[in-house]
Nanobody
Framework: QVQLVESGGGLVQAGGSLRLSCKASGRVLGHYAVGWFRQEPGKEREFVATISWNSAYSNYGDSVNGRFTISRNKAIDEAYLEMDSLEPEDTAVYYC??????????????????WGHGTQVTVSS
């Protein structure tokens, strides 16, 4: 079992930056792909970014490509989402997730086995 805890969310003005962290405990996260998703009230969870187990491959949602960067530190079982040029449309609860099967990552929520409880990101205009 892998437990995931997100941190780093908060309130930021449009154009600003935030760095989210995802700390894993329990089983070692090192061999799992990691994904970030976000969800607004009343909407489906949206794919943001994913990174492979060895950081060799990453993929981004269209709305964040070029502004967000996913990374990970296997040595300390953490993953990160660097968010730049934030827009009010980025306001959501952000979740990290781990996929123990598809080591290269996935854009689909149903492919992930473990989820954190989320961290709120609010971008003011």
């Amino acid at each position: 079992q892998v437990q995931l805890v997100e941190s780093g969310g908060g309130l930021v003005q449009a154009g600003g930056s935030l760095r989210l962290s995802c700390k894993a405990s329990g089983r070692v996260l090192g061999h799992y792909a990691v994904g970030w998703f976000r969800q607004e009230p009343g909407k489906e969870r949206e794919f943001v970014a994913t990174i492979s187990w060895n950081s060799a491959y990453s993929n981004y949602g269209d709305s964040v490509n070029g502004r967000f960067t996913i990374s990970r530190n296997k040595a300390i079982d953490e993953a990160y989402l660097e968010m730049d040029s934030l827009e009010p449309e980025d306001t959501a609860v952000y979740y990290c997730a781990a996929d123990q099967t598809r080591v290269w990552g996935s854009r689909y929520t149903e492919d992930y086995d473990f989820w954190g409880h989320g961290t709120q990101v609010t971008v003011s205009s």
